[in-house]
């Protein structure tokens, strides 16, 4: 099927299940500890090994020497497979760091090596008796000094953008800013750590693991290890978090396979926490300088936003300009993504990746302007807000926006107007209290997605995709839009996800999972409508399915009486969408208290107005946005990979050195979305939300809390030692 024009009418504007709060359907697995995650799955091969990766000591050279003789005499030891031993793993499309790469080091933690034993200790016992001389040479470990002839990004052409004359109106503006904000490298923190178990069956290899995007796994592996791409299967039904982190294949599913060739047997490998940092990807680390102009009735006349990131391969930073062109209005307009090679581990995709950090800056920016014009931040961003086209580029519309709205919605609601626009002068107590708000943009893209539908004698229907489910809610929704679609109840709709084997789906990721994957369904159970028509001599499409029948003028059928049928299907996107930017909109408004004395930073509110066109299960959704929050709100108050810069490693490599935040440390949350729908995206006209919520939020407390106390820190994490000796007095 192909969306070729925006969608009219259709069964999901009356529907009487997708759209509908319904509790997960995974839910009872996983709070009852069924729901088998990937190092868990202890039934699906016989005889499993465990493998113990050995991460590089150094940062950037060459391995001298390994000896491995010790290990190999340890008790339990089946195989071992060295980075002296064994050729350079070839690569992929979807990483930038070598996953094994011989005797060549890359980054700190790199795989040099797996030991396979009989049990998870024997294997962790024997990796230490591994004695490995290196070559150390001198790497590049810091972006501040590394950024001066960083050349422009090379993904495509958002990298660079200039409209008008920038520096002449910027010049002439006559309220300006001209600020630079920093970003730490952060990390994923998955709960879940990559964990695979390999088993191999003479050329065919079967992967169960954790992973976002089977398709892109599957390819990967076969890319990596240099074989077909059909003698390889990925599984991966359940995700315990991702983020991002698990798009793409890690080293514990290529030493997980290298290690069962080795042993001849299947092997485990749940990676160790500080692998995680190292090994894994991050976000990466931005330097980014806001410059805008305005008139003094608040018209943004130039904006300028300028982004230094750095990768090791110097590929794929983190675009923190995304947002930029999408948000404001602005006659006179830089854009410029810069990067620079650094020889950190790999940096790739977190949630929302560029806007995420972008927003930090840009939203920061904004409110910095407000004051410098005495406007109240709110209006400020109402009165320039885009509308009809995209801002710089007259001939992209922009398909659905209600910003305003969000806006006005949400200062409405959150008591806006009580807020004191004087930093520094609200109190209760001990406690500097302070308000902040920010927009939000993050794109709604869609990808085309398959899946297969099988109905049974009984008339239950069975829904197969290799579409993923992250925490995100999948299986629900994609029951939900089976259900509506067949006119079943929700109970006689089975899910089955994360098997390669099933048709290719969107997968998890770029918050287009859930628009792109329910579109696939519901294309699967068109055609599947439409045998049961042919089947039962009706028009289906013409036909209302409703109560497990298709009634049609005046006739109705039982449509389990066409007995056993399966239908694919693919949902694919006509070019009609490539004059149309979709994206999703959020008004995000944050309280915090700070202590007086000693500068402790609570977030007490927050809210967020989304518009992302039709919410499928809106009580997913709401936790899709609350948990992004949370995320975000860690982003501004204390997540900060700490490097090494004499030796190239995350110092806080584990979940005691690197904090992350719970939704406990914020008492109220609440998430409101508007009632909108977009034709342009897809037959749902769903855009998704799983990464608008962390778009914004974390600039509306870094506001809240220079409302409280009137010092601005532009280096995030706002942590107290950057603003503790300039605090208010406290009597």
């Given at each position: ?399 659905d926006r209600h910003l305003v709205r969000c806006l006005r919605e949400g200062a409405e609601r959150f008591g806006w107007s009580k807020r004191n626009a004087v930093p520094g002068q609200q109190r209760d107590g001990r406690w500097l209290t302070g308000m902040g708000v920010a927009a939000g943009y993050r794109a709604g893209p869609t990808t085309k997605s398959a899946a ?224 909108t729908l977009d034709p342009v995206i897809s037959p749902m006209k769903a855009k998704g939300v799983g990464e608008l919520g962390i778009c914004g939020p974390g600039a509306a407390v870094a506001n809240a809390i220079y409302n409280a106390i009137g010092v601005r820190v532009r280096e995030y994490p706002v942590t107290l030692d950057k603003y503790l000796d300039r605090l208010?007095?406290?009597?």
């Amino acid at each position: 099927m192909e969306f070729n024009a925006p969608a009219g009418q259709n069964l999901f504007d009356r529907a009487k299940i997708v759209g509908k709060s319904t509790p997960r359907i995974d839910g009872p697995l996983k709070v009852t500890g069924t729901a088998p995650y990937a190092a868990e799955r202890h039934g699906v091969a016989a005889n499993q090994a465990y493998g113990w990766i050995v991460g590089s000591a150094i940062a950037k050279g060459r391995i001298r020497s390994m000896d491995l003789d010790a290990a190999r005499r340890a008790p339990g030891v089946i195989a071992i497979v060295a980075a002296t031993e064994h050729e350079p793993v070839g690569t992929s499309d979807y990483n930038y760091a070598p996953l094994f790469g011989g005797n060549e080091v890359s980054h700190y933690h790199q795989a040099i090596a797996v030991v396979v034993a009989e049990t998870f200790e024997q294997a962790r016992s024997a990796a230490g008796l591994i004695g490995t001389e290196y070559d150390r040479v001198d790497g590049s470990f810091d972006l501040a000094s590394s950024k001066d002839g960083a050349p422009l990004a090379s993904e495509g052409g958002s990298d660079f953008a200039k409209l008008g004359k920038f520096e002449e109106a910027f010049a002439a503006a006559p309220v300006k800013v001209d600020e630079t904000y920093t970003t730490p490298d952060e990390s994923h923190a998955m709960m879940e750590p990559f964990a695979t178990i390999a088993a191999w069956d003479g050329p065919d290899l079967t992967l169960w693991t954790s992973n976002q995007m089977i398709h892109w796994g599957k390819q990967a592996m076969a890319s990596i290890l240099g074989m077909p791409e059909e003698n390889v299967r990925v599984d991966s039904p359940f995700i315990g978090g991702g983020f991002g982190g698990k798009l793409f294949v890690r080293a514990d599913a290529v030493m997980a396979a290298l290690g069962a060739k080795a042993a001849n047997r299947p092997v485990k490998i749940a990676m160790q926490r500080p692998l995680m940092f190292n090994n894994g990807t991050h976000r990466h680390a931005t330097i980014q300088r806001l410059r805008i102009g305005a008139e003094r009735d608040g018209r943004i006349t130039a904006i300028a936003h300028q982004n230094w990131s750095g990768n090791i391969t110097q590929k794929e930073g983190e675009n923190g300009t995304l947002q930029t062109p999408k948000l404001y209005a602005g006659a006179n307009r830089l854009i410029e993504n810069r990067i620079a090679q650094l020889d950190l581990p790999e940096g790739n995709a977190m949630r929302a990746p560029g806007e995420a950090a972008g927003h930090l800056a840009l939203e920061v920016a904004m409110d910095e302007l407000a004051e410098k014009l005495a406007m109240d931040p709110v209006e400020l961003r109402i009165l320039n807000d885009a509308s009809g086209t995209v801002p710089g580029d007259p001939d992209t519309k922009i398909s659905d926006r209600h910003l305003v709205r969000c806006l006005r919605e949400g200062a409405e609601r959150f008591g806006w107007s009580k807020r004191n626009a004087v930093p520094g002068q609200q109190r209760d107590g001990r406690w500097l209290t302070g308000m902040g708000v920010a927009a939000g943009y993050r794109a709604g893209p869609t990808t085309k997605s398959a899946a297969r539908v099988r109905m049974s004698a009984d008339g239950h229907v069975t829904v197969e995709t290799d579409m993923t489910d992250i925490g995100t809610g999948s299986y629900t929704i994609i029951a939900q839009t089976a259900a509506e679609t067949m006119g079943l109840p929700l109970e006689s709709v089975t899910v089955k996800l994360g098997d390669s084997s099933f048709p290719v789906s969107s997968g998890s990721g770029g918050q287009w999972g859930a628009a792109s994957s329910t579109a696939g369904v519901y294309a699967a159970c068109v055609n599947l409508r439409r045998m049961i028509g042919e089947k039962l001599n009706f028009d289906a499409d013409a036909a209302n399915f409703a109560d497990g029948r298709a009634t049609l003028d005046n006739q109705s059928w039982r449509i389990a009486d066409a007995g056993e049928l399966t239908a694919d299907g693919e949902m694919n996107y006509g070019d009609f969408k490539d004059g149309y930017d979709v994206g999703t909109y959020a008004g995000h408004f944050a309280e915090v208290r700070v202590d007086a004395y000693t500068g402790e930073t609570h977030v007490t509110r927050m809210l967020a107005v989304c518009d992302a066109g039709r919410i499928l299960n809106p009580l997913s959704a709401r936790s899709q946005v609350i948990g992004g929050m949370v995320m975000a709100a860690g982003a501004t108050l204390m997540e900060d990979l700490h490097v090494d810069k004499r030796f190239g490693f995350f110092v806080n490599h584990d979940l005691a050195g690197y904090e992350v935040p719970v939704h406990a440390d914020i008492p109220h949350q609440e998430c409101i979305f508007l009632d909108t729908l977009d034709p342009v995206i897809s037959p749902m006209k769903a855009k998704g939300v799983g990464e608008l919520g962390i778009c914004g939020p974390g600039a509306a407390v870094a506001n809240a809390i220079y409302n409280a106390i009137g010092v601005r820190v532009r280096e995030y994490p706002v942590t107290l030692d950057k603003y503790l000796d300039r605090l208010p007095p406290a009597a």
